[in-house]
């Protein structure tokens, strides 16, 4: 069984920092691409960042780069999401996603919420 678990979200204020989690099962991890997505209210899943499947390769959407490092550790299989000087902005859902042979699965997603 497929499960992908988000954790690691929370409210923070602009400018700080928070690190999301994804943990992954049921599948081969080390084989897959790992991706985060984003969902604000009102608006359209969209892509925030990927990472290939041995670590290399990382593509951010624009709005993030320069502030969100995307990161995997195969032997826990986890994905991480380092977000920092968060923004109003950047408030959502935050989905994990796997992408391979065989697996196109995503998570349940993990509210970040940025305000004073």
């Known amino acids: 069984q497929v499960q992908l678990v988000e954790s690691g979200g929370g409210l923070v204020q602009p400018g700080g920092s928070l690190t999301l989690s994804c943990s992954a099962s049921g599948f081969t991890f080390g084989n897959a691409v790992m991706s985060w997505y984003r969902q604000a209210p009102g608006k359209e899943r969209e892509f925030v960042a990927n990472?290939?499947?041995?670590?290399?390769?990382?593509n951010y959407v624009d709005s993030v780069k320069g502030r969100f490092t995307i990161s995997r550790d195969n032997t826990k299989r986890t994905v991480y999401l380092q977000m920092n000087s968060l923004k109003a902005e950047d408030t959502a859902v935050y989905y994990c996603k796997a992408r391979g042979i065989g697996i196109d699965a995503w998570g349940q997603g993990t509210q970040v919420t940025v305000s004073s």
């Open positions: 990472i290939g499947s041995a670590g290399g390769s990382p």
